[in-house]
Nanobody, 133 residues
Framework: DVQLQASGGGLVQVGGSLTLSCAVS????????IGWFRQAPGKERESLEP?????????????GYADSVKGRFTMSSDNAKNTVYLQMNDLKPEDTAVYYC?????????????????????WGEGTLVTVSS
């Protein structure tokens, strides 16, 4: 079975750091693109799409980030563990959201929308990050 399991969320103060993990099973993460998305609490009720924030993949480990997190968040992967990570630094209240990993990517930088989709659309259960001021 294909599964993506996000973990590592929690409560952190403004300026703090957290690292999220996305454990992948059922396929090799490195052969596809893995993206992180987020959605502010309550926004799912408005049927808004989660905000894409980062991507790793294209079979070369390359990474990309949305303007909203560039310079503060860093994706990495451990191929031996088939796990992708999102290191989040200098967290802000507006980073408060449920974070999801998915077997696809999509985010904005400037006016450009970057996307990667290799025919698999799987999402993990989210993990809540709360940044308190």
């Amino acid at each position: 079975d294909v599964q993506l399991q996000a973990s590592g969320g929690g409560l952190v103060q403004v300026g703090g750091s957290l690292t999220l993990s996305c454990a992948v099973s059922g396929f090799t993460a490195d052969d596809y693109a893995i993206g992180w998305f987020r959605q502010a609490p309550g926004k799912e009720r408005e049927s808004l799409e989660p905000e894409g924030i980062s991507c790793i993949g294209d079979k070369d480990g390359s990474t990309g980030y949305a303007d909203s997190v560039k310079g503060r968040f860093t994706m990495s992967s451990d191929n031996a563990k088939n796990t992708v990570y999102l290191q989040m630094n200098d967290l802000k209240p507006e980073d408060t959201a449920v974070y999801y990993c998915a077997s696809r990517c999509g985010y904005y930088y400037g006016t450009t929308y970057f996307s990667r989709y290799y025919g698999m659309d799987y999402w993990g259960e989210g993990t809540l990050v709360t940044v308190s001021s």
